[in-house]
């Protein structure tokens, strides 16, 4: 009986990012190891060495975060058939980019991760985190103090937390063609994280919010996405600010399709200064584009669309909070 072989490439190679831009560069060798022995732990040593380990199509059970906390690591996959699979009861989050303690002390740089599949199995999780750590939450992939990072081609579902996110002073994250749904908090979140670019995502049917920014989430960019079926808003923002969104679409929001708003009663920290370009919104049960806080100001919103919104097609706090132009309500 021919022996399937599964492979783990491990290569040095060196990627640079230019306006976000990567460029990597493969070679050295590889080693085989047999279906039969092939487990999340071996994935783990291979990541531990860094440089690229490619992983066969399969379902991959894991009791523990897969854990990438070397620079110059690729983990690649071979697309929607390799699948990363958080086990039953693990509440953990199944792949951590950064150093798994409390507080990161070192930023972990130039690491992409593409071509797979992420299983946070949320409904075999009765928490979105263990005790021994509970900073961890149950995320598909908790990005944490990390630069020049790419993940592009990967879907991420069922996290009994959120589907990807990025925290603890990230920069120069670029997420293109990122698909996430079925969480049970957002598709997307964004915490201390600047100078990043978001494009090309598919965020649906996630039970809170698809995009959720909050924290010093600041000078990124957010492109190309749709939105369908939040439970609660399409985007969600506080203490954000000067963030460049171009054409999204936003349809069946829960609540609204765009809700901007300062942390609880801090008027220092609001949504400011960030513009829309492009923007859709559709059949929201509320309204469709909300600034909850007076605090929050010098955001502008051109060539927008709202069609079919229960509520009132832009609400705000007091009068004229949004630079406006060019917009229809229908």
Known sequence: MTRILLLILISGYSLSSTSHEFRINTTQDQFQIPTRFF?????QQALDRGGTVTLYPRVYTCQNPLVISKDDTWLRGQGPSTILKLDVQAKAPVLVIGQIEEIPTETRRNIVVSDLVIDGNRLNQDSEFNQTRHWLRNNGISVRRAADVLIERVTAHSARSGGLVTELTCRRITVHDFTSYNNHFDGLAGYETEDSNFTGLYLHDNLAAGLSFDIQFNKNIIG??????????????????????????IRNSAQHGV????????????????????LVVANSVQNGFRVNDQSCLHNSLCGAQFVNNGGAAIAEAAPNL???CANVSR
């Open 224 to 249: 190309n996405t749709i939105f369908t079926g939040s439970g609660s808003v399409g985007i969600f923002m506080r203490d954000s600010r000067d963030n460049i969104f171009t054409n999204l679409t």
């Open 259 to 278: 809700f901007l708003a300062q942390v609880d009663s801090d008027t220092t920290k609001p949504s400011l200064g960030n513009s829309f370009t492009g």
């Open 322 to 324: 949004i630079v406006q």
């Open 39 to 43: 487990t999340c732990d071996d994935i």
